[in-house]
């Protein structure tokens, strides 16, 4: 019997074994590469969700940028340069813009000044800078098939910064898709931007797919950032979505992609070691990561409580809670990003040093009596997560906090936020949050800098003197004048407002096989694949 | 036998509508606003009232439910608040790639973990049966995460046999669908291996000390007509019960391989939803899910009755 057994269990073992074998080998080395020529795969920050960029921004700007064009475009320096605009004259309070000749839309369409009213008209209804604009455009017109005004109420020498807002660019769709209302989704995507949206092969939460847009006109300055020629140079490009960072640069090793557009802190260690890949730096496209405090409540509705806030953070603290290395991030005390033009060190001299006593002693002058501070971490959300909790840890440096952590995932957080109930009631009193770079480049698109109380975001600072110093600097003409007013405001911000805490700047970087393309532009905010050839 | 199938089902929409209310009522008290969530951060209070008003999130808790429960008995699951896509168009692009890795789980278990568990039973307390209690321990205990970065080493990084991502469908040949399946597979299997090896092994080493077992014996049966004919039967019941345990909580199981090896499967789909609070795709999934669950339920328990005559239905 018993050898009768044993040959039942070789033979079993050996189907076993064949079983196994027939499996793996039926695969090749590289068999899970490009199987269309001409194909660029990249691995891009988040799932695409929406085709509207109006009423969904976010990763849908990135799709966008590849099916979209605009009017003006930011350059790897961030300046303003032109885009879609052939040329364009200003005078006091009027711009008067021409198209390039030959732009196209997908569907063969010309573009035409309708399209483009059409298309500032809806932007302007959703985007900050476009409801900032529409409290200053008196009219926007056409002047021909591709010529259009803008008239101000009056002089503005800000209007194209405002204009080219890279948070939320104001593309141009076909006049009848723009007709939609501001707050429904335009569910087509026909553009005359590089590439062509290719809807049938749109498979959510794992694959988006464009083709090169042969009859795109692009311009004669070479590509940089956003602006110059962006031209595709490959015929076809893939959005992979691979949600688990390791995975991403185990993709990018075995050439299964091409490119991660933001690789996770922590597996830039990891590519590092595959001399074939190479990261890219994008100093325009960091993350500022910050604090927001509710101001309509205790404590944080007084300032010595909101500026003992600014005494508790230790920067390298929580920035190393965030990223795990001091070569993925940088210290900002600044309200503005730190790589922004109008960045300063205003006012931060006496927070460059946690001072835990400090906080206390002015927690105490703000009269706090144990009202609880409900600090809301985002569960799921490793990053913020982190840094809530190393600055739940700095919170307890003073004893006399009544701090109440509460955990939930981003959605419950969203919703939370907007309650202005007390943060005993169901409210809130912190929450960590981070911002792109662009949306603290300036006074005016300063998103978190707002304080006009109820208008404001999340938080409702309202401090009316910083919001005059803050919507009257696109009143000014120079350099040198804008540079000044907003180290004022800054100073102002630091003395009295304080619209947020700031905690830190976040590296972003891409990594690229660079034995198989060529071409990636570091670029503000998101990551267009144009100007990308292929080696291989 | 029609007359049970017709009461069990009949019973189970019962089940199934109790359990998406509760559902829905979980939804709802989780907290959360997909009008804030779908607006983003640059919202005026007006656009995401606007946006509230278009997903009907303004109609009271009661005639949302029913709204959906009305239009899901015609035949229609709702549109995604978020991609304003057919929710019936998102599972079924999202069924194939689970679908197939929990039948090739199952069916990697099966073919592994039986045989397996018998030869481990032929021997109790032998080194082979130690090796695979052993090696079942450290099975159940191991995440599937971890398995699954080890598999992409060894098998895509160090060896290039195997993707380390995606899915091929179907339609682009069995053979690419197979290919893409090997490492998610394993990583799922590893765990029902485990479990149905150790069942069958316990009930294999149960059965084969019956007396109607040394009875066949002394009858002069062979060791293959006595594991497969008379052992392996009266294990079969246990091993079917853990299959269909196996295949309810593989739902479960599959959002963290999907996640690892970048499945675009109902896992991610299920998760992408409840974070966003897309409550037609949620409610569309859990409906899904317990309909699943009770159609294996009901069939485990008609093949009780085919694999043991004693058992009626």
């Known amino acids: 019997m018993n050898n009768m057994l044993s040959m039942n269990r070789r033979r079993l073992l050996g189907s076993l074994a064949a079983t196994s074998l027939g499996a793996a080998g039926s695969g090749v080395a590289g068999l899970a590469r490009a199987q269309t020529p001409g194909t660029l795969r990249a691995v891009v920050a988040s799932d695409l969700r929406s085709l509207d960029p109006v009423t969904t921004p976010g990763v849908t700007i990135q799709h966008a940028l590849m099916v979209y064009d605009v009017l003006f475009a930011r350059n790897h320096a961030l300046e303003v340069k032109p885009q879609m605009v052939a040329d364009w004259t200003v005078g006091d309070t009027e711009y008067r813009f021409t198209l390039r000749p030959g732009l196209e839309f997908h569907d063969g369409s010309k573009v035409t000044s309708a399209d483009v009213v059409a298309s500032y008209r809806r932007w302007s209804q959703r985007s900050a800078s476009g409801q900032l604009l529409a409290t200053l455009v008196a009219e926007a017109r056409e002047d021909g098939p591709t010529s259009f005004v803008i008239v101000l109420k009056r002089k503005f020498p800000a209007f194209l910064e405002v204009l080219c807002d890279p948070v939320t660019p104001m593309f141009v769709m076909r006049q009848a898709d723009a007709a939609k209302p501001a707050t429904e989704a335009v569910t087509t995507a026909i553009g005359s931007g590089p590439f062509r949206f290719v809807p049938r092969e749109w498979l959510q939460g794992s694959r988006v797919v464009y083709v090169r847009n042969p009859n795109y006109v692009g311009r004669t300055e070479p590509a940089s950032g956003w602006a110059g020629n962006a031209t595709a140079k490959v015929e076809r490009v893939e959005w992979i979505s691979i949600p688990d960072p390791a995975t991403q640069v185990a993709a990018l090793r075995t050439g299964e992609v091409h490119m991660i557009e933001n690789i996770a802190g922590e597996q830039i260690l990891e590519a590092r070691k595959d001399s074939r890949i190479e990261l890219l730096d994008n100093p325009g496209r960091g993350a500022y990561t910050l604090a927001i405090l509710n101001q309509l409540h205790p404590p944080f509705d007084n300032v010595k409580a909101r500026q003992a806030m600014l005494h508790l953070v230790d920067q390298d603290e929580l920035m190393l809670g965030a990223t795990g290395s001091p070569a993925l991030y940088e210290k900002c005390h600044s309200f503005f990003a730190c790589n922004s033009p109008y960045a300063s060190d205003e006012g931060a001299a006496p927070y460059r040093r946690p001072d835990p006593a400090a906080a206390a002693r002015l927690f105490a002058e703000a009269g706090y009596r144990g009202e609880p501070i409900v600090i809301m971490m985002a569960a799921e959300q490793p990053i913020w997560l982190n840094i809530s909790q190393v600055l739940l840890a700095a919170l307890r440096k003073v004893p006399s906090l009544n701090v109440r952590p509460v955990s939930m995932d981003w959605g419950a957080l969203v919703a939370r936020r907007a309650n202005k109930s007390p943060p005993g009631s169901g409210g809130w009193s912190i929450f960590v949050t981070t911002g792109a770079s662009t949306s603290l480049s300036n006074p005016l698109m300063h998103f978190f800098g707002r304080a006009n109380c109820d208008n404001a975001w999340f938080g409702w600072p309202c401090d009316e003197q910083a919001e005059q110093m803050r919507t009257s600097w696109g009143d000014l003409a120079t350099d040198a004048e804008r540079k000044a007013a907003a180290r004022a405001l800054q100073a102002r911000w630091f003395q009295q407002t304080v619209p947020f805490v700031p905690l830190g700047f976040m590296k972003t970087t891409t990594a690229y096989r660079k034995d198989m393309i060529r071409g990636v532009l570091s670029t503000p905010l998101r990551a267009p694949q144009w100007n990308i050839e292929l080696l291989t | ?313």
């Open chain 2, 1 to 313: 036998m029609l007359a049970y199938v017709l009461i069990r089902l009949g019973g189970s929409v019962i089940v199934v509508a109790v359990v998406s209310l509760i559902v829905f009522s979980l939804t709802v008290i989780s907290g959360g606003d997909p009008a804030l969530i779908f607006a983003g951060d640059i919202a005026s209070a007006a656009d995401v009232e606007a946006i509230r008003l278009r997903m009907g999130l303004d109609q009271p808790f009661f005639k949302r439910f029913f709204g959906w429960a009305f239009t899901v008995l015609h035949g229609n699951l709702g549109t995604s608040l978020f991609t304003s896509t057919p929710v019936s168009s998102l599972i079924r692009q999202r069924l194939e790639p689970t679908a197939t890795l929990t039948v090739a789980t199952i069916v990697t278990s099966i073919v592994v973990a039986v045989p397996i568990g018998i030869m481990a039973a032929l021997r109790p307390d032998s080194w082979l049966d130690q090796l695979v209690v052993a090696s079942c321990s450290v099975a159940f205990a191991v995440p599937g995460f971890i398995v699954g970065y080890v598999l992409i080493y060894l098998f895509s990084l160090k060896l290039g046999l195997l993707p380390v991502q995606g899915y091929a469908p179907l339609s682009s040949g069995l053979g690419n669908t197979l290919r893409t399946l090997v490492l998610p597979t394993a990583t799922l299997s590893l765990v029902y291996v485990a479990l149905l090896a150790r069942t069958t092994r316990a009930g294999m080493i149960d059965v084969l000390a019956q007396d109607f077992i040394r009875t066949a014996r002394a009858k002069g049966a062979g060791t293959v007509r006595i594991m497969f004919r008379h052992a392996l039967r009266n294990t079969a019941n246990a091993i079917l019960t853990v299959v269909g345990l196996g295949i309810a909580s593989l739902l479960g199981g599959v959002v963290i391989v999907e996640t690892v090896f970048g499945l675009p499967g109902l896992g991610r789909l299920t998760v992408d939803a409840v974070m966003n609070r897309d409550y037609p795709v949620i409610q569309a999934l859990i409906l899904l899910a317990a309909s699943l669950k009770i159609v294996v339920n009901l069939v485990i328990d008609l093949l009780y009755a085919v694999v043991d005559r004693r058992i009626e239905v």
